[in-house]
């Protein structure tokens, strides 16, 4: 089984519409979005339509909970109404030939929206908080820095951004996770127009700082 899983899209269609594209592609088997649908871009709506027209399974982000300030601001009545119901985490429970999988899904942590599952994250608050979770695979984005790590036969894998990587690439990354007999992480990095994005934020009333992130993903 094939599953797409995507992150941080923060409002960036040229971005969207080319993950969306490469995805399509590579045809998955089922398509997750770990949240942070808006911010920092002038195309929540858009993004907001297609998620709900693919009846994609969505959590909620740190920024589709904030209501202040243009970005924000920008978001119909109707969308922020869908926004409002989206769930923290999504459980995935997964029975293979010898083995039962269960694969969590959140948007920061599994205790916190909010709260950075960094790469250099100590070992036993990782395992400590995937017991508590019951997780053998935990998927989180936020930070905008992919990776994939094991520790204790457990996976932690963050799904780098969509729309705003930070890792000084500035494609867009998004994780094709494979659970067939084995657990396979691919990351995959796809071209989009990056000046298109940025000149919309610097013809726009956001800073135009945010233009210079997307330039050099930081």
Not at 99 to 106: D, E, S
Request: proline share 4%; net charge negative; charged share 25%.
């Amino acid at each position: 089984m094939k599953v797409a899983l995507f992150s941080d899209i923060h409002a960036n269609l040229p971005a969207f519409e080319a993950f969306l594209a490469d995805m399509d592609s590579r045809n998955p088997d089922a398509v997750y979005c770990l949240g942070d649908l808006i911010g920092y871009n002038i195309w929540p709506n858009e993004i907001i339509s297609e998620i709900r027209r693919r009846r994609i399974a969505t959590l909620a982000g740190n920024h589709d909970q904030k209501t202040k300030g243009y970005a924000y601001e920008l978001v119909s009545a109707h969308n922020r109404t869908y926004l409002n119901t989206l769930p923290a985490h999504i459980k995935l429970e997964h029975q293979r030939k010898h083995t039962h999988l269960n694969i969590v899904l959140a948007h920061g942590s599994t205790r916190s929206i909010i709260e950075y599952v960094l790469e250099d994250m100590n070992e036993g608050d990782v395992i400590e908080m995937m017991n508590e979770a019951k997780a053998d695979v935990l998927c989180v984005g936020h930070s905008h820095l992919p990776y994939h790590r094991i520790i204790a036969n457990k996976h932690v894998i963050n799904i780098g951004s969509v729309g705003k990587p930070k890792d000084g690439n500035p494609m867009g990354c998004y994780v094709l996770l494979n659970i067939e007999d084995d657990i396979k992480v691919d990351f995959i990095r796809f071209v989009y127009d990056v000046e298109k994005a940025a000149q919309a934020i610097e013809a726009s009333p956001l800073p135009d700082e945010l233009a210079d992130h997307l330039r050099k993903a930081y």
